[in-house]
């Protein structure tokens, strides 16, 4: 058998504007009862009858939000749907559809894209939203993708950051800090390739973490969970930047103070174990590290009974008067001021 | 009086990401009804109650669809807008709200994107479209803008790219190529400064199509025109690639075929004029030149007499049968086939 030594490259000259655009988009599919629209025109058209809609967007850019040197461009697409559902879940919604925008520089060929697009339809056949609007262009380097999903609610379930009470019960979903230790082994190993390109690392003991950075999963489960449960949370908001900078959020809305307790937090034993490796605090990962797409929310306390025997959720504080301030107490039940430190100041700290 | 030699410069680094966002977006009021939650929770939310919702984004990219070093932020920031609620003027919607994205390098002091927001602010004050939702992110350079327009309209008055019938005449509002033709201005200028910095150039002369290179506007009047001359277009695209390229757009999707007259394209005297200067043919820049953001559509010949005298809207030409094909009538009587030659080819050609 004779090996390809050069897979396919195609020229995203060859294909045109709307050809590439044709190309990506063949095989998005309208599932939605909303959907009355996709591709092809000016605009999508959508039909949300009685319910509410519900916008959100984001902007990714190389270089900045992502590097392709250990981001396949798989799970870079997956990713980039999931930080805009999770978005949408945070507001207690179903999302329903998005429009994906692109510009890439020529230096991509067009089977870098269709790996791309394979993972944005992935994450929209997993999650049932469909992709109904978009933009290819060009950029004069790298790739930026931007993204806006579109969701629907009944108006009476519809969660906003702004409704936390004092005494309320603060809530996480999953275990936090894994996305941001997952980094720090993907980056550890790309500099160990750059000394010694023939190295086969072994990080199988690292694969939740590297999960959690490489393909995040919103989490859909919570919002048909709390339906299910019938609570309505009063507050909600999800952990992009890290919990620290989402509970601040929480609370200045909401106008509340916050103990959270350190011994509450939720981590995973491969976060623990890497933090230790490193020599970094988990607490502080977990506060300050982002990225784990998990939901955050508050709860009346008479609702407690309902959720507190789920796997999925921990109750990590309460919320406080405004002018008790937001601390977080910690093992040796000290209090200390927390601080908004998210992703961008830890990673400003690095360089 | 003593001058201010240092213009006020704040590094966007002083403020942070939600600092900034704060600055930037704190004067956006939300004005429509369908508006019920905007900036500042994850997601928006909009309520279309009866109506259907239309949905429409684009991406622009600094050196790929703009120079900053003739077209003033401001500026961009109100074309930006304009791109994408011409998108959904197409559709006969009306647009009500729009997110914005942007992606910047720090070589962008905060004063420029305050400019870039007052172009923003000022086009959805106009047209009156609420700003809910956005995101604010570094870039490692340039500058990049991602909006996504949302829009609402009756079900019956939604006006698709494929409805079009042989014999439905075909419709054009306002005139072409003076934004393609006002670009050449611009760039012809920008070499002349290159050599003399102290040249103080007489634009006066080209200021129409000048002003439709770097401040258009989106036909806003038109489906409200369209509504009260009781005409429902059978087809409808806004003119962003140029009018060949959007003419082989409806016919391909209507399955028809089109005769459009050379003679019937409706030019601007300053096209004319400015075309003969730089020895250019002017209907090859009516047909490829793009950027020009007018409506063209096609409507059933029994509405004819409803449009006759209106001096906002041409008719061009008539759709025909698939099987005969797509033409140029020209002056001279000939019959030349119809080729997609967009803005991007031009701009091909010439460098």
């Not at 590439?20 to 959508?46: M, P, R, W, Y």
């Not at 394979?118 to 950029?139: F, H, N, P």
């Not at 106008?255 to 995973?268: A, Q, S, T």
């Not at 507190?308 to 910690?330: C, F, Q, R, Y």
Request: charged fraction near 25%; aromatic fraction near 6%.
């Amino acid at each position: 058998m004779i090996e390809d030594k050069n897979p396919q490259r195609t020229s995203l000259s060859e294909l045109g504007e709307f050809g590439l655009i044709e190309h990506l988009t063949k095989n998005f599919k309208l599932d939605q009862d909303s959907s009355v629209k996709g591709i092809g025109d000016d605009a999508a058209v959508l039909d949300f009858k009685d319910k509410k809609a519900v916008v959100s967007t984001d902007l990714l850019v190389e270089g900045v939000h992502f590097d392709l040197s250990y981001m396949p461009l798989k799970h870079l697409g997956y990713k980039a749907v999931m930080v805009n559902l999770s978005d949408i879940y945070a507001m207690n919604a179903k999302p329903t559809q998005i429009t994906v925008s692109i510009a890439v520089s020529n230096r991509f060929p067009l089977e870098a894209l269709e790996e791309l697009y394979e993972g944005i339809t992935l994450a929209s056949k997993i999650y049932k939203v469909d992709v109904v609007g978009g933009d290819t262009t060009s950029s004069t380097r790298g790739l930026i993708i931007s993204i806006t999903a579109i969701g629907e609610a009944e108006e009476e379930n519809i969660t906003y950051r702004d409704g936390a009470k004092t005494g309320d019960l603060l809530v996480v979903t999953g275990d936090l800090g894994g996305a941001y230790m997952g980094l720090q082994i993907l980056e550890r190993e790309k500099e160990v390739f750059k000394v010694n390109p023939n190295n086969q690392p072994d990080l199988s003991m690292y694969s939740y973490i590297i999960e959690r950075q490489l393909k995040p999963e919103a989490r859909k489960d919570i919002p048909e969970l709390l339906k299910a449960l019938e609570v309505k949370p009063t507050s909600m908001i999800d952990i992009s930047d890290g919990l620290s900078s989402e509970i601040l959020h929480l609370c200045t809305q909401s106008k509340v103070g916050c103990n959270l307790y350190e011994d509450k937090i939720p981590l995973d034993p491969q976060v623990i174990s890497t933090c230790e490796e490193f020599n970094i605090d988990s607490t502080t990962i977990a506060l300050s590290g982002g990225e784990d797409y998990e939901l955050l929310f508050t709860i009346d306390q008479a609702d407690y009974p309902k959720i507190k025997a789920n796997p999925n959720l921990s109750v990590i504080g309460h919320m406080t008067d405004k002018k008790e301030g937001i601390h977080l107490v910690t093992r040796g039940d000290e209090k200390i001021p927390l601080k908004a430190q998210g992703w961008n100041a830890l990673r400003e700290k690095e360089e």
